[in-house]
Structure formats: structure tokens, C-alpha cells
């Protein structure tokens, strides 16, 4: 699998509960954090449903 960085880059403010739990479960809650992590079926799945929360990069 691929190592990625994703970085949040939009607000959880007035998003769906069910939107701040993904980014919570990503690791991210604060603008402009970043995580590493391995690019797992789980994981696009759930970069996928915040796509327009967060920024991704290949490693």
C-alpha cells in the first residue's frame, strides 16, 4: 500500500456530525494538521466522504 499525507484544509464548523466523526477517525480536527498513514481501502473510503475537508499527497 502507498504512504499519503492528509492534511486538513476546510473547517468542520456546521459540516454533518457524521463529517467531523471522519476527521476525527482520521486523526485530523484542527486546520492544516497532517497525518501519514498507509492508503488503505478503509482509509479512501473515508478521504473519499470528507474529500472536500481535506488535501491529499502521495508520499
Known amino acids: 500500500m502507498a504512504k499519503v499525507r492528509i492534511s486538513q484544509v476546510r473547517s468542520t464548523i456546521g459540516r454533518p456530525e ?14 492544516d494538521k497532517s497525518v501519514e498513514v498507509e492508503m488503505t481501502p478503509q482509509i ?7 474529500s472536500h475537508l481535506v488535501s491529499v499527497t502521495e508520499l
Not at 457524521?18 to 486546520?31: D, S, V
Not at 479512501?44 to 470528507?50: D, E, F, P, S
Request: without cysteine.
Open 44 to 50: 479512501a473510503g473515508m478521504v473519499n466522504k470528507v
Open 18 to 31: 457524521r463529517q467531523k466523526r471522519t476527521i476525527k477517525a482520521l486523526g485530523l480536527g484542527k486546520i
